[in-house]
Nanobody
Framework: QVQLVESGGGSVQAGGSLRLSCVGS?????????MGWFRQGSGKEREGIGG???????TYVDSVRGRFTISKDYVKNTLTLQMNSLKPEDSGMYYC?????????????????????WGQGTQVTVSS
């Protein structure tokens, strides 16, 4: 049984940084791992903000590119989202997701239906 658990959320002032982790059990963080990060702000739909494909190539939406970095640690079975220069609009519940098999297209990493497993989320609040 696959279980993903996010941690690292919290409250921070604008301009600050947070580092989110997604630790998995029952899921191999190896070359087949296809994983993404999503967020859902208050009153908003869940959106994909980025992902990392089976070859280790990461992709980001425009709103976070240059500020957020996604990485995989095969040894620790951890997916990380490093968030810098945070803005109030980055606030929301952050979720990690994983796909059963290899990634297909990099552009699909933003789609919820690309993933089979989800974590429970961790809250990020950025104050101005």
């Amino acid at each position: 049984q696959v279980q993903l658990v996010e941690s690292g959320g919290g409250s921070v002032q604008a301009g600050g940084s947070l580092r989110l982790s997604c630790v998995g059990s029952g899921y191999r963080y190896d070359n087949y791992a296809c994983m993404g990060w999503f967020r859902q702000g208050s009153g908003k739909e869940r959106e994909g903000i980025g992902g990392i494909d089976s070859d280790g190539v990461s992709t980001y939406v425009d709103s976070v590119r240059g500020r957020f970095t996604i990485s995989k640690d095969y040894v620790k079975n951890t997916l990380t989202l490093q968030m810098n220069s945070l803005k109030p609009e980055d606030s929301g519940m952050y979720y990690c997701a994983a796909r059963k098999g290899r990634c297909r297209l990099l552009t699909r990493l933003y789609r919820s239906d690309e993933y089979d497993y989800w974590g429970q989320g961790t809250q990020v609040t950025v104050s101005s």
